[in-house]
């Protein structure tokens, strides 16, 4: 069976999937414009963005479900618009609403989606076994749909994506609605996937993808308008890294005592912590490097005393609010300018 894994990850390309200037119209409407990526084999990427931004409507299109205005979307090197069935066999789906039939059991409908998914007789039995295992399930298999939880009916969701081993997995907000110990459960799964199968989450819940995604796209009214890993994106739009000291001693010295550190290092804001001769100070620097352990060797040579100091980055929350800001006020138009035509 391993090797049978290994001709099958053999056979799939170094990109699964390959997305060119797709554009999406309803009538007057681009719900996307312009989308341009690539996900690699075995990656797991995140897909953000407000609502309305035009993720739900690239999942579909992605599937072959939804056909694109424009541009061109291809699964495994086949395109999807002239070759939609063949590039279903590629491709494991799970949408927002995963629609579960009420009266069937856990181990029937995935003998059933597997029926339908083409797996071989021979070898589905034991396929159902290894994604009720991966997916928490065996304690569930013999129980109705329609009578499961939220959350364990999201992970039957997921086993029957994954069932067919699919190359391409895609999950429109698989951890919507479900309490902290079930999200665990669900991230530890994707995660899983990691290396195996390339995977397109959507989702909410940034720390979710933060923890789970190796890169994240970030999209706003249809347009990509960041994407990277994480730290990549906190370089791109914050450009800097900041860390927080209380310390007691001359404030004053300091800014001179930082550059010494280093050149970009910039006392920014200082204020008092409670009357007891400490202080709060931010730094800021545009070094990527941890300067923890230089601050604290420095600051304390200098004579200051430390009872605290940490390194702050943003979340990838503010990564989203920024980017989507930032595009946002690209589009609108100057306003100075506005007014100078007016009068002009």
């Known amino acids: 069976m391993v090797g049978v894994r290994a001709r099958r990850m053999a056979e799939i390309p170094d990109i699964t999937i390959e997305v060119d200037h797709l554009r999406k119209n309803y009538g007057s409407l681009a719900a996307v414009q312009d989308l341009s990526f690539t996900v690699r084999r075995g990656e797991i990427v995140g897909l953000l963005g407000p609502n309305g931004a035009g993720k739900s409507t690239t999942m579909r299109i992605l599937t072959g479900y939804l056909p694109a205005t424009s541009g061109a979307v291809r699964i495994c090197g086949l395109p999807v618009a002239s070759h939609p069935e063949l590039t279903k066999r590629h491709i ?20 059933f989606r597997g029926r339908l998914k083409e797996v071989p007789r021979a070898r589905l ?33 997921i086993a029957e ?36 199968m390339s995977v397109i989450i959507s ?15 970030i999209i706003n009214a249809g347009r990509i308008v960041a994407q990277g890993t994480p730290a ?36 920014t804001h200082v204020g008092d912590v409670g009357g007891d001769g400490f202080c709060a100070a931010t730094l800021t620097t ?7 352990e230089s601050l604290l ?3 304390t040579a200098g004579g200051y005393r430390l009872r605290a100091l940490a390194r702050t980055q943003p979340s990838l929350e503010d990564v989203f609010l920024a980017a989507t800001r930032r595009s946002w006020d690209a589009r609108l138009p100057d306003k100075d300018s506005g007014a100078q035509k007016s009068t002009g």
């Open 161 to 196: 994506a994954i069932l067919a081993e699919p190359a391409v997995i895609i999950m429109d907000e698989p951890t919507i609605g479900l309490d902290p110990h079930q999200i665990l459960i669900v991230r530890d799964l994707i995660a899983g996937l990691r290396g195996r």
């Open 125 to 157: 039995r034991q396929r159902i076994d290894e994604v009720l295992e991966l997916c928490d399930l065996k304690r569930s298999r013999h129980r109705i749909l329609g009578r499961l939880s939220k959350g364990t009916r999201q992970r039957v969701g």
């Open 297 to 299: 060797r420095t600051l």
């Open 232 to 267: 990549d994106l906190r370089r791109e739009i914050f450009g800097s890294s900041s860390y927080r000291v209380e310390l007691a001693g001359d404030a004053a010295g300091l800014p001179a005592l930082l550059r010494g550190i280093e050149a970009t290092l910039e006392l």
């Open 203 to 217: 989702s909410h819940i940034l720390p979710e993808i933060e923890v789970t995604c190796d890169r994240v796209l």
């Open 92 to 111: 494991g789906y799970m949408p927002e609403n995963n629609p579960l039939p009420e009266d069937m059991r856990v181990s029937e409908y995935l003998w």
């Open 286 to 292: 545009r070094a990527e490097a941890d300067l923890g």
